[in-house]
């Protein structure tokens, strides 16, 4: 899968339920090619149809759960005690 795809996205935590926001970027690993980090944002819309990301979140890639059609869905790593 390309990133161009996994862009725009939505994103929802699994626990809760809850929408987090889109894909807007990632951070990558330039010697293997992978994703480390997921950059979810809100995006807000002003009166001249001009976006903005608002209250940006950064993901691990390995707390992604599964890939959908429209959706990613995310469940946060519980710390080891």
Do not use: C, W
Not at 42 to 64: A, C, I, M
């Amino acid at each position: 899968m390309r990133f161009s795809e996994f862009q725009k996205k939505e994103v929802i935590d699994m626990q809760r339920g809850k929408f987090l926001g889109f894909i807007q970027d990632a951070a990558i690993d330039i010697n293997s090619g992978k994703i480390n980090t997921l950059h979810i944002g809100d995006t807000e819309r002003s009166l001249f149809l001009e976006t903005r990301v608002k209250d940006q979140k950064q993901f691990g890639y390995d707390e992604v759960v599964t890939i959908g059609k429209d959706i990613v869905l995310i469940q946060k790593k519980q710390p080891k005690e």
